[in-house]
């Protein structure tokens, strides 16, 4: 506790000792540093919960394994989209 | 004893989507650099072609990276999925890093290109692979399901 209330002490400090301009840069860099990181929790999971029950149909039922793999890539595809999105947030943040 | 599947043999289905998905992002690449160069101008196209072809660039190496890991293993399959999306969206980064201070990239119309063409592929591809299941007697013409599974130990 002690250590968070120094930490955000002195990023108060250093904040007061920024100009407007350098503050705003700071922020928009750990904004879009969060926005991509935590983009990508998300779907990391979802990917993996999506691929172990698409792997687990295939070997129960392995003649419908091309449907399973199709679905699967579909899946695989729509949650990339969300991390897509964090992309996105972050190159807009970052460098527009 | 009962054999257990293992791997697949065959033409990829993901492969044939991912093409079907690539022969659409083209049919709407024109229609995309139109709808950019008139909000951003040349940038503002020239960023939409970029954007999609990144887009395309990630659909096509997902299927082929899944289709190389479903012949080889399921447990493979487990491991490139997951493997392939740290990759792909570190290329993703780097392609877009690379060119962010080039003097024909708009960031905001390829923000967007990125999300939109993305989703409305995908959508596209949804309609037609959720009518083929609904109705498997109409497709495939070609035999999608083609992937034949293949018992531990076959080769």
Known sequence: ?96 | MTSVAQRLEGPSPAAEVAMDMVKRGLVALPLGMMIGALFAGFNGAMSVAYGIALILINLILSALLLGWASRISFAAVASVALGGYVMRLALIFFAVWIVKDMSWVAMLPLGVTLIVTHLGLLVWELRHVSASMAHPGLKPKTPRTSSRPVAAGRR
Do not use: C, D, H, W
């Not at chain 1, 991509?36 to 392995?62: C, D, E, S, T």
């Open chain 1, 1 to 96: 506790m002690s250590i968070l209330a120094s930490t955000a002490a002195q990023a108060v400090e250093l904040a007061q000792e920024l100009n407007p301009e350098e503050a705003k840069a700071n922020a928009a860099a750990s904004g879009a540093g969060m926005a991509y990181g935590l983009a990508a929790i998300g779907p990391g999971i979802g990917i993996g919960y999506l691929v172990g029950q698409a792997v687990q149909a295939m070997a129960r039922q392995p003649e419908s394994a091309g449907q399973v793999q199709t679905t699967m890539f579909l899946g695989i595809a729509f949650t990339e989209a969300l991390a897509l999105i964090g992309f996105v947030v972050f190159i807009l943040l970052k460098f527009a």
